[in-house]
């Protein structure tokens, strides 16, 4: 019996003073009464509710300016060769008659 080793367990000096059953005591929460569950779901349903109603506002505008830049361009398809305003001068011109 001479082979079994001496007990070197021994307890960490930073854990002299420690009581894990404190850190888990410490994390706990009280329950909540039905009426605050009530309220936060009511609460996070209007949130929803206006976000969505946000996401189809941002969603017709978006088609909104759509339609008028697909009328603005069937407008420069159509009159593009022939512009209602008068014609501008050339840059070359002009700068021909500064010098």
Same mark, same amino acid.
């Given at each position: 019996? $001479? =082979?079994?080793? !001496?007990? @070197?367990?021994?307890?960490?000096? $930073?854990?002299?003073? +420690?009581?894990?059953?404190?850190?888990? #005591?410490?994390?706990?929460? @009280?329950?909540?009464? +039905?009426?605050? &569950? /009530?309220?936060?779901? *009511? @609460? %996070?349903? *209007?949130?929803?509710? /206006?976000?969505?109603?946000? +996401?189809?506002? %941002? *969603?017709?505008? &978006?088609?909104?300016?759509? &339609?008028? *830049?697909?009328? @603005?361009? +069937?407008?420069? %398809?159509?009159?593009?060769? =022939?512009?209602?305003? !008068?014609?501008?001068? #050339?840059? $070359?011109?002009? &700068? %021909?008659?500064? #010098?």
């Amino acid at each position: 019996m $001479s =082979n079994i080793p !001496p007990n @070197t367990r021994k307890t960490r000096d $930073s854990n002299k003073n +420690a009581h894990p059953g404190l850190l888990h #005591l410490a994390g706990s929460q @009280t329950r909540r009464s +039905a009426a605050e &569950v /009530q309220a936060e779901r *009511a @609460t %996070k349903a *209007a949130m929803a509710a /206006q976000k969505k109603a946000d +996401a189809t506002a %941002k *969603a017709r505008r &978006v088609a909104e300016i759509e &339609v008028q *830049a697909r009328k @603005t361009q +069937a407008y420069a %398809k159509k009159h593009g060769n =022939n512009p209602d305003s !008068p014609a501008r001068p #050339l840059y $070359s011109a002009i &700068v %021909k008659s500064e #010098l």
